[in-house]
């Protein structure tokens, strides 16, 4: 297969600066070497493949955005979505693991955590010496996370906590899990190691959907941790938001990438692709559809640029980013389902990789705030009227 | 130590290029250029070596602004300085070599490192020409190096049908081949790194070229394929046509 040479119609490359483009460029190079060659074995076999993870963090891809005192690139927010978007191009469950490495994970130890929470697992997660993991779903609360049952009760140097919690992304592989519990309640944030008694992670099976990331259950029964194992400065359910808003960011980037490589793949597909003697790609019903991909992943692209240079600035709102998430999963998804019908039967088979980026989309609507989720929350933002209940 | 690594911009193996035109040159609209791969693995080579036994790694251009894009990605990897030898006329290897070779007696490093040819042009001249024009020894074609104390160092080459090793005094000359190392990625540090070291320019003086580009042309378009027929019975008909035709048996 030809290498992988971008899409922009645009010519938005020309609003990244050199480095930006680099970064783009390094990790693009990264996946098409590493991951595609092993990306469809894995999704197969329902596997995350573990050895790109000391691969992900010699090239500095986990919390990339966060200072250098803790081993970090302090990249902007652009770089950062472009990195997201060259490994979603890849496939949405490394994408979803560097997500929550860094954003659901670095990110409020980062921001929540104490000095010593810091330096002690902010170094370990940016090297990939351990993995983490964020519970905030609960069986019965998707949608609804305030409504958690999870509880943490403090008790004598410490807290205990009870309650489960469902589709944990890294959950079974996670080393530190971020959990959120409510405390006399309250909504607060802990750290729980692997291997502290009355704490298990067993691993989801039966996905149709993101089968290359693990997705696990966390279960607490009586679950004692340690007092310093608060994240003391977080507090109500705007700080798991907060991290939500991070990773909602990168999924806004990317979904980017997939449709790219679902418009690449259609693309050259439909001009060799021979029907009543024509190339597919001759017929206007073909071409229509491939003008779509490319319309959106052009605005797509203009949307998310615009994002991370507000984000960079301060000046993102988080409805903006609930624009950007909502907008680009949506169209990837289009553009996903447009491009298998492009391949007719082939889209099917996982010699290409449409079929599979099809269904890790289906996920990649859902979690993060569904897409209804979001239309109501811009809905709210601009009537004054919260529609949610 | 002093380790300098010679890089040049070309366009991407994948690029589809267009003859310009003036039919003598590219043309250079939409073609994405990159660092040229055999320089990648000169860059590498020197990163190592600076690992092994310290120094500093100079990575050095000739070329117009576009080459600082592959100076940063140098510096990104790892190299602590890069030098562009600004110059934007087209430039024939004796010219660059002359320019190069001026500038590197000046800068006296102890390991010159090129890639074994640029995939532009495809001279694999600029690397020997220097050394010649140093009077440093050289090995081309290299995919080996180690370092026999401070001053000596004993490079292993490509030959036809197998591999020589050859012992050099210091300073020398190299040209990497494909199989010397496994250049790495830039970090996302190094990337961000690199924003805060310089790219220091320097005017050149090359002399004029000694050789001049007439005319270029692509390959002829491959003609259609020739069923000589099917079964047992075509095989005659096959092997007379590789023999007399193709003449290739
Ligand atoms: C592969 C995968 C990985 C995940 N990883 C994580 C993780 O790492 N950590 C984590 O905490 N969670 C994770 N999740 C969970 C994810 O965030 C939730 O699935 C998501 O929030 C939706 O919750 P739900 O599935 O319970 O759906 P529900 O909330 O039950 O929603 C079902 C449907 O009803 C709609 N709906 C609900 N309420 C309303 C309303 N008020 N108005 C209109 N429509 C409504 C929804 O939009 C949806 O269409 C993951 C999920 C998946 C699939």
Known sequence: MPKFQGVDYYNSDDLLSEDEILVR????????????????????????????????????????????????????????????????????????FASVQSGLVMYPIFAFGSEEQKDNWLPQLASGKAVGCFGLTEPDFGSNPGGMITRAEKVKDGYVL???????????????????????????????????????????????????????????????????????????????????????????????????????????????????????????????????????????????????????????????????????????????????????????????????????????????????????????????????? | MRLVACVNHVPDTETKVKIGADGKSIDRAGVNFVINPYDEFAVEECLRLKEKSGGEVIAVSLGGDPHKETLRKALAMG???????????????????????????????????????????????????????????????????????EKNAVAEREVEGGHEKVAVSLPAVFTAQKGLNEPRYPSLKGIMGAKGKPIEEKQPTPPQNKTEVRSMQKPHAKGAGKIVGTGAGAVSELVRMLHEEAKVI
Not at chain 1, 64 to 90: D, F, H, I, W
Not at chain 1, 351 to 368: D, G, I, Q, W
């Open chain 2, 79 to 149: 190299a602590d300085k890069a030098v562009l030898l600004k110059d934007d006329s087209p430039r024939d290897s004796f010219s660059v070599a002359r320019a190069l070779a001026d500038y590197l007696k000046e800068l006296s490093p102890d390991i010159i490192f090129f890639g074994k040819q640029s995939i532009d042009s495809d001279d694999a001249a600029v690397g020997g020409m220097v050394a010649e024009m140093l009077g440093l020894p050289s090995a081309s074609v290299v995919v080996g190096l180690e370092l026999a104390g």
């Open chain 1, 162 to 389: 009870n309650g489960a919690k469902m589709w944990i992304t890294n959950g079974t592989i996670a080393d530190i899990a971020v959990v959120w519990a409510k405390l006399n309640g309250e909504i607060k944030g802990f750290l729980v190691e692997k291997g502290t008694k009355g704490y298990t992670a067993p691993e989801m099976t039966g996905k149709h959907s993101l089968r290359s990331s693990v997705t696990s259950e966390l279960v607490f029964q009586d679950c004692r941790i340690p007092e310093q194992n608060i994240l003391q400065k977080s507090g109500g359910l705007k700080s798991p938001l907060m991290c939500l808003t991070q990773a909602r960011y990168g999924i806004a980037w990317g979904t980017i990438g997939s449709a790219m490589a679902c418009y690449d793949t259609a693309l050259r597909y439909a001009k060799s692709r021979i029907q009543f003697d024509k190339p597919i790609a001759a017929f206007q019903m073909t071409q229509e559809k491939l003008v779509y991909m490319l319309t959106e992943i052009t605005k797509a692209q203009l949307l998310c640029v615009r994002l991370g240079r507000l984000k960079d600035q301060n000046k993102a709102k988080f409805t903006q980013i609930s624009l950007a998430k909502r907008n680009n999963v949506h169209h990837a998804l289009e553009i996903a389902r447009m491009a298998r019908e492009i391949l007719g039967a082939n889209g099917i088979l996982d010699e290409y990789p449409v079929m599979r980026h099809s269904a890790n989309l289906e996920s990649v609507k859902t979690y993060e705030g569904t897409h209804e989720m979001h239309t109501l929350i811009i809905g709210e933002d601009i009537t004054g009227i919260p529609a949610f209940v």
């Open chain 1, 25 to 96: 460029n390094t990790i693009r190079e990264f996946v098409d070497e590493n991951v595609i060659p092993i990306i469809e074995k894995h999704y197969r076999e329902g596997t995350f493949p573990m050895d790109l993870i000391p691969k992900m963090a010699e090239l500095g891809l986990f919390g990339s955005t966060l200072p250098e005192k803790y081993g970090c690139a302090g990249m902007n927010n652009v770089a950062y979505g472009l990195v997201m978007q060259e490994l979603e191009r890849g496939d949405s469950g490394l994408r979803s």
